[in-house]
């Protein structure tokens, strides 16, 4: 009998340290998923507001927003948010996110930022796992690279000098790493080729669901 007792008093201390751990997992998780979030929204809002100053415009960038479906800078039927920055009730620029899927590591998220006009706003890459001394460059910490797109514009989509230098562009690679460059060169063109078919419905008075166009 005080071997069963014993047994039992074992097995219910057991099982209260089985629940009480799997509280503090639970709540560790809900924690550390919240933290992460609000750190991710801290760095989107650093990089939207260095390709839009916030003094430059009269909305507050991630809020005003807009949901569209693009598999061309995507890769993926998922739908995924734009930003509309505005100035004086106008949508003077738009910063879509784009994943370049063939970077020398893997994929390369990131936003560029287009203005009315047709010109680039800026470029910030967001995640990525280049390689340390080469292809991390992209990182506006690491290099000022990212900054050559500023006012750059595309002459339509056959515009061959839309390119790295190395494949007869006009920007410059990182010596020894001209894979991740060029991935992020070919998707801010396929970018703004987007923004030019789709213009009218991403420059409209209030923002709207922009669907993959027809093929």
Not at 103 to 110: A, C, L, Q, R
Not at 168 to 177: E, I, S, V, Y
Request: neutral net charge; hydrophobic residues 40%.
């Amino acid at each position: 009998m005080e071997m069963l007792s014993a047994v039992r008093r074992s097995s219910v201390g057991i099982g209260i340290f089985a629940i009480v751990t799997a509280g503090l997992i639970a709540i560790t998780q809900v924690s550390t998923k919240s933290r992460i979030s609000h750190n991710e929204r801290e760095q989107q809002a650093r990089a939207l507001y260095e390709i839009v100053p916030k003094d430059s415009i009269d909305n507050d960038l991630l809020e005003d927003t807009f949901s569209f479906v693009a598999p061309e800078l995507q890769g993926s039927e998922q739908p995924a948010n734009a930003y509309l920055a505005r100035r004086n009730g106008v949508i003077e620029t738009v910063i879509l996110p784009v994943v370049a899927p063939d970077g020398y590591s893997g994929k390369i998220n990131f936003i560029i930022g287009i203005h009315r006009d047709g010109s680039v706003a800026g470029l910030r890459v967001l995640a990525h796992k280049e390689t340390p001394g080469l292809g991390d460059k992209v990182d506006l910490k690491k290099s000022d690279w990212v900054l050559s797109f500023n006012g750059e514009r595309k002459g339509g989509r056959n515009d061959s000098s839309w390119a790295v230098i190395k494949d007869g562009g006009r920007f410059d690679q990182f010596t020894g790493a001209t894979i991740t460059p060029r991935a992020i060169v070919n998707a801010a063109g396929r970018a703004i080729d987007y923004f030019q078919r789709h213009k009218t419905e991403l420059l409209g008075d209030s923002p709207k669901k922009v669907s993959q166009e027809s093929s």
